[in-house]
């Protein structure tokens, strides 16, 4: 079993052929990470769907050489469901409170219960990517755990005592709103068709009438061909919005296939103009098969972010992970189901944060122990949300030894030097079945294999990391052996030699030693999260509301207007306590959405932001506008 040689998120299985009335049973394990959003939701999802990679008719020398890799990838949009059943067990600790659904289960899970379990049951459907969603209650506290080595001296890495530390941290004097380009690009591809789609559009008004006043941008449509809405980013106002709005009105899925490459070329062919950073979101629901190609071309630019968005089952996770990875962002996975539009506020919000810089971490064990960063990198940071780290403990860790520890995360953002202080104790974690596999170590393996692979370190190093945790990469497979002879089993199948042997350990020490200075390059994380499926269409008369702010952030008292709030304009006006009819009319409509649609607030909450900040330069004559407004709707 090995990866697919052109999609790292897609494993190759041969069997071999069995004899008449034989059985055989394969056991495969795997850990993951439960990718916690910044609102305490966790989400594990079960891939049941396969999409496509998609093959331009022009491909480069690194297309794939695979006939029947071929035959597949032509059939653009087509999903390919495995055909077999699939019974999913589940065991949750700490969990309440199960909600079940036909794509998720969802539960509660307490801190107070975690010696509790919840168990259930379920047969799967074919072509639908399962998810478990766990909202976490009181886990304020960052959480620490020490996974002791094994007995085996003879494995390098796994006789190592590794250190996870996850906490979110808050950074005091983060500037939020620095001079940004923004590049939206849009998959416009076949398979984009329907509702996928109508959630796009949806999303680009109201990121549209979300972005600064300060800012530049542009949209570029994709598939088989692209298309810039201006040649080089335009300056935000009131004409370039007008022109960008007819576009997203106008937004269909008619371009054919899905060939990313290209767009991102033409971005990154532009220079960056004065002090603006460039932040590029990319929404996509395919497939490539050039992800290498992509990513080292995303991680050689400078002052540049990509956030990812992975839209419905079967989607790339290694083309949105890995870009948003090389692009110092995050990935963000979206379901059919849920609701494209708050995710996408939430990143934008996070996208115009200062990017924090020469990030180091300084550790305080105790006496005797010191740490060694794995992966070695330290990974993106963005103010607030979950982050999680992990170390190699060297030394003698005792028993006796355990006690307080900390850790001190340093950076930069623009010209200010930025530090958080997480204290907590050293202590082993509590054993439990899985103890015996040493998932703490293999977590902290994947990581570091991850990032050999997009900054390109040499094979044998991360053959020598792979074949110590049995953890795959592109290079390793698992094959079947003997148990008597210990030789390999299937026929016709060649095991490649290295010619130059790796020793992970001894090169994670020697970085060690030799780094004079913080690295200037990070890493993103991948944020996989899932909302209620109760609310699947955003309210037609808050996009109308919305459609009709002008770029500065205010609003004007017309027919249109009144009509959206159920009132006559004569009326309105008769209501105003000021003189300035466009204050009175954004106060009421800001005072309107916090009535009417609380619950979608972190979808308008940007919308409302830059609606205050215009009315905070305005003269009231003295009247609270927003109470007055608030008045009137009640």
Same mark, same amino acid.
């Given at each position: 079993?090995?990866?697919?040689?052109?999609?790292?998120?897609?494993?190759?299985?041969?069997?071999?052929?069995? *004899?008449?009335?034989?059985?055989?049973?394969?056991?495969?394990?795997?850990?993951? =990470?439960?990718?916690?959003?910044?609102?305490?939701?966790?989400?594990?999802?079960?891939?049941?769907?396969?999409?496509?990679?998609?093959?331009?008719?022009?491909?480069?020398?690194?297309?794939?050489?695979?006939?029947?890799?071929?035959?597949?990838?032509?059939?653009?949009?087509?999903?390919?469901?495995?055909?077999?059943?699939?019974?999913?067990?589940?065991?949750?600790?700490?969990?309440?409170?199960?909600?079940?659904?036909?794509?998720?289960?969802?539960?509660?899970?307490?801190?107070?219960?975690?010696?509790?379990?919840?168990?259930?049951?379920?047969?799967?459907?074919?072509?639908?990517?399962?998810?478990? $969603?766990?909202?976490?209650?009181?886990?304020?506290?960052?959480?620490?755990?020490?996974?002791?080595?094994?007995?085996?001296?003879?494995?390098?890495?796994?006789?190592?005592?590794?250190?996870?530390?996850?906490?979110?941290?808050?950074?005091?004097?983060?500037?939020?709103?620095?001079?940004?380009?923004?590049?939206?690009?849009?998959?416009?591809?076949?398979?984009?068709?329907?509702?996928?789609?109508?959630?796009?559009?949806?999303?680009?008004?109201?990121?549209?009438?979300?972005?600064? $006043?300060?800012?530049?941008?542009?949209?570029?449509?994709?598939?088989?061909?692209?298309?810039?809405?201006?040649?080089?980013?335009?300056?935000?106002? =009131?004409?370039?919005?007008?022109?960008?709005?007819?576009?997203?009105?106008?937004?269909?899925?008619?371009?054919?296939?899905?060939?990313?490459?290209? *767009?991102?070329?033409?971005?990154?062919?532009?220079?960056?103009?004065?002090?603006? &950073?460039?932040?590029?979101?990319?929404?996509?629901?395919?497939?490539?098969?050039?992800?290498?190609?992509?990513?080292?071309?995303?991680?050689?630019?400078?002052?540049?972010?990509?956030?990812?968005?992975?839209?419905?089952?079967?989607?790339?996770?290694?083309?949105?992970?890995?870009?948003?990875?090389? +692009?110092?962002?995050?990935?963000?996975?979206?379901?059919?189901?849920?609701?494209?539009?708050?995710?996408?506020?939430?990143?934008?919000?996070?996208?115009?944060?200062?990017?924090?810089?020469?990030?180091?971490?300084?550790?305080?064990?105790?006496?005797?122990?010191?740490?060694?960063?794995?992966?070695?990198? $330290?990974?993106?940071?963005?103010?607030?949300?979950?982050?999680?780290?992990?170390?190699?403990?060297?030394?003698?860790?005792?028993?006796?030894?355990?006690?307080?520890?900390?850790?001190?995360?340093?950076?930069?953002?623009?010209?200010?030097?930025?530090?958080?202080?997480?204290?907590?104790?050293?202590?082993?974690?509590?054993?439990?079945?899985?103890?015996?596999?040493?998932?703490?170590?293999?977590?902290?393996?994947?990581?570091?294999?991850?990032?050999?692979?997009?900054?390109?370190?040499?094979?044998?190093?991360?053959?020598?990391?792979?074949?110590?945790?049995?953890?795959?990469?592109?290079?390793?497979?698992?094959? +079947?052996?003997?148990?008597?002879?210990?030789?390999?089993?299937?026929?016709?199948?060649?095991?490649?030699?290295?010619?130059?042997?790796?020793?992970?350990?001894?090169?994670?020490?020697?970085?060690?030693?030799?780094?004079?200075?913080?690295?200037?390059?990070?890493?993103?994380? =991948?944020?996989?999260?899932?909302?209620?499926?109760?609310?699947?269409?955003? &309210?037609?008369?808050?996009?109308?509301?919305?459609?009709?702010?002008?770029?500065?952030?205010?609003?004007?008292?017309?027919?249109?207007?009144?009509?959206?709030?159920?009132?006559?304009?004569?009326?309105?006006?008769?209501?105003?306590?000021?003189?300035?009819?466009?204050?009175?009319?954004?106060?009421?409509? $800001?005072?309107?959405?916090?009535?009417?649609?609380?619950?979608?607030? =972190?979808?308008?909450?940007?919308?409302?932001?830059?609606?205050?900040?215009?009315?905070?330069?305005?003269?009231?004559?003295?009247?609270?506008?927003?109470?007055?407004? &608030?008045?009137?709707?009640?």
């Amino acid at each position: 079993m090995s990866e697919a040689d052109n999609a790292g998120d897609t494993f190759r299985l041969k069997l071999g052929n069995l *004899p008449a009335k034989a059985a055989a049973r394969l056991t495969l394990r795997y850990v993951q =990470e439960v990718d916690v959003s910044s609102d305490k939701i966790g989400t594990f999802m079960l891939p049941r769907a396969l999409n496509p990679r998609y093959v331009p008719k022009c491909s480069s020398q690194n297309s794939p050489s695979d006939a029947s890799f071929r035959i597949h990838t032509i059939q653009s949009g087509v999903t390919y469901c495995p055909d077999f059943t699939m019974n999913l067990n589940a065991v949750i600790a700490g969990g309440t409170r199960m909600v079940d659904l036909t794509t998720k289960w969802e539960f509660d899970v307490l801190a107070e219960k975690m010696d509790e379990m919840i168990s259930s049951s379920k047969q799967l459907d074919n072509g639908i990517d399962f998810s478990i $969603v766990l909202h976490y209650k009181g886990f304020e506290q960052p959480g620490v755990v020490l996974e002791t080595g094994s007995a085996d001296k003879n494995n390098p890495f796994l006789s190592t005592d590794v250190l996870m530390v996850n906490f979110s941290p808050n950074f005091e004097n983060l500037e939020n709103q620095v001079p940004c380009e923004f590049v939206i690009i849009i998959d416009c591809s076949g398979s984009m068709m329907g509702s996928r789609m109508e959630k796009a559009k949806e999303t680009l008004l109201l990121i549209l009438k979300s972005l600064p $006043v300060n800012c530049k941008f542009t949209i570029i449509r994709f598939g088989s061909r692209f298309s810039s809405l201006f040649l080089e980013s335009s300056k935000y106002d =009131e004409n370039s919005l007008k022109v960008a709005m007819q576009l997203q009105k106008n937004l269909q899925a008619d371009m054919g296939g899905t060939e990313i490459l290209k *767009p991102l070329e033409n971005v990154f062919k532009n220079r960056l103009s004065g002090c603006h &950073s460039r932040q590029i979101f990319l929404l996509t629901d395919g497939a490539v098969y050039n992800v290498p190609e992509l990513v080292q071309l995303v991680r050689k630019q400078k002052n540049t972010r990509v956030f990812t968005f992975g839209m419905g089952d079967g989607c790339s996770t290694e083309l949105i992970r890995d870009v948003a990875k090389a +692009g110092n962002g995050k990935a963000t996975f979206v379901k059919d189901s849920d609701r494209l539009q708050s995710k996408v506020m939430s990143v934008l919000k996070a996208s115009i944060q200062s990017e924090i810089t020469d990030v180091t971490l300084t550790w305080s064990l105790p006496t005797g122990c010191t740490a060694i960063n794995v992966p070695e990198n $330290v990974p993106a940071i963005f103010d607030g949300e979950m982050f999680i780290l992990y170390c190699i403990i060297s030394g003698n860790v005792e028993e006796s030894l355990f006690g307080k520890s900390s850790v001190v995360l340093t950076g930069h953002a623009g010209d200010k030097t930025l530090d958080y202080k997480m204290n907590f104790v050293l202590g082993s974690k509590k054993q439990t079945d899985a103890d015996n596999l040493y998932p703490i170590h293999r977590l902290a393996a994947k990581a570091s294999l991850t990032e050999m692979e997009i900054s390109n370190v040499k094979e044998s190093l991360m053959v020598s990391l792979s074949t110590t945790t049995n953890i795959t990469c592109k290079y390793t497979a698992f094959v +079947g052996v003997d148990k008597h002879s210990k030789g390999i089993v299937a026929k016709g199948f060649s095991v490649k030699k290295q010619t130059e042997k790796g020793d992970y350990m001894a090169y994670l020490a020697k970085n060690l030693a030799m780094r004079k200075k913080p690295t200037e390059r990070f890493y993103g994380v =991948e944020e996989r999260t899932q909302t209620s499926t109760s609310d699947t269409c955003l &309210s037609s008369v808050m996009m109308q509301l919305i459609e009709i702010q002008a770029f500065d952030g205010s609003w004007q008292l017309t027919d249109n207007f009144s009509k959206i709030l159920g009132n006559t304009m004569e009326q309105l006006r008769r209501e105003s306590p000021v003189a300035d009819i466009d204050i009175w009319a954004t106060a009421l409509a $800001v005072a309107f959405l916090r009535k009417n649609f609380l619950e979608q607030r =972190e979808e308008w909450e940007m919308v409302e932001e830059k609606a205050l900040k215009w009315l905070s330069t305005k003269t009231n004559d003295g009247k609270d506008v927003l109470q007055e407004a &608030s008045k009137i709707l009640s």
